[in-house]
DNA sequence: TGACAAACCACACATTTGTGTGGTATAATA
DNA sequence: TATTATACCACACAAATGTGTGGTTTGTCA
């Protein structure tokens, strides 16, 4: 992983005032970035925008407003997978980062929103599959799965299950993760496959 | 719950292209929409736009570029939760949604990474909690927590654990949730406590 | 029939925004 | 000492982008 490479002061907080934009959903103009920094010159800003673009911080576009991206490097987005924590200090140091995550990545990653919904678990049928009640289950929307997927399938009396995809005799049928439930075998569609079990405390 | 209100399919194909274009970072321009649904004139995108903001689903900033965001209602970010689901028809009509997941809400909240770290998690030592090895854990940083939480902590020998945090005549131990582990006694510090569990397929 | 919304187009024009050139000053580095 | 990086400014210009006006066509609803 790549460390952050050197910021001055200044650049840091131009960094910053980008990445603060961004997660309000829209990237600065350079001239926004100017008037918030106090530059009077666009010319200074963009002193700044190439220091971080040749620190391997920022992309950016030509000739497209508001195109200014971050890039792996400047570590929006990411929280950091610590693997031993150095004692002693006071607070974190990251001393064994052993990657980051990126949170839209590790949510959803790229698959956009049209093919995906959320299942709220109910129940414990799939307790042994570390799925409980209470979590929020996304779904990624598909007309098939493999063996051994957990999938949401649609039932006969219309309700939704999560269950995990089996093959017998090249007849599939949906197993709980529970010994206390008993394997259904009736007509069923899968609607979906799990891709990302979430649960919040 | 507010619902979505009726949009023509051309609205609806407006909509999804801003919707995908904010999700990979960068609202369009009016000429983009243009350019990808095929119109030719600025003036047929901002009719859509009116037509989006009318309803309810979209608000711009005048003259400035870019500057269109989705609304509550227009769902962007929002995970649909699903009940039951209709039968019958072939894909699936959210007939029975019982709220929306915000994305970012979800995964993190509104807490800002700065003290929000991961921990990938090794071991079975939480699997009767739910928490299979390889799972994400979203710890949030703090000095100390309540019994029963679930907690990362720090050990003598330098090691980060996930485990359930106890209290027995005052005095604080860690458990694992798994018969086959004993109770830690030794010294630990609490360095957080878990807020979010996410897993992968 | 009349009114209205949906769906388009063509352009002219005003702003916003990015680009480029050419400066100044200071401090650290080789 | 020459060079380089940081840290600024002023402007002119071009390109991108938003706005506004004034159309046409089609279908629906009252």
Redesign the pocket.
């Known amino acids: 992983m790549e460390k952050k490479p050197y910021l ?4 840091e907080r131009v960094l910053n005032f980008i990445r603060k934009r961004i997660g309000e959903r829209l ?6 970035i ?1 008037e918030e ?13 190439k ?1 971080l673009m ?2 391997g911080l920022v992309r ?9 991206e971050l890039t792996e490097r400047a570590g929006f987005n990411k929280i950091p997978i610590i693997g031993t924590i150095m004692a002693g200090k006071p607070n974190l140091a990251y001393e064994e980062i052993q990657g980051y995550v990126d949170a839209d990545d590790l949510f959803l990653g790229r698959l956009g929103f049209d093919d995906v919904f959320a299942l709220r678990v109910k129940g414990d049928s799939m307790i042994d599959a570390g799925i409980l009640d209470g979590d929020v289950a996304i779904i990624k929307k598909r007309p098939n799965a493999d063996n051994n997927d957990i999938v949401a399938a649609l039932l006969d009396n219309n309700e939704v299950t999560l269950k995990r995809l089996r093959s017998k005799a090249g007849k599939f049928h949906l197993e709980a993760a529970n010994a206390n439930y008993a394997p259904i075998f009736e007509e069923f569609k899968v609607i979906g496959k799990l891709i990302t079990v979430i649960r919040k405390y």
């Open positions: 001055t002061p200044k650049q990237p600065p103009t350079i001239r926004e100017g920094l106090g530059f009077k010159s666009t010319g200074t800003v963009r002193d700044y925008l220091a040749q620190k950016r576009m030509n000739n497209k407003s508001r195109a200014i």
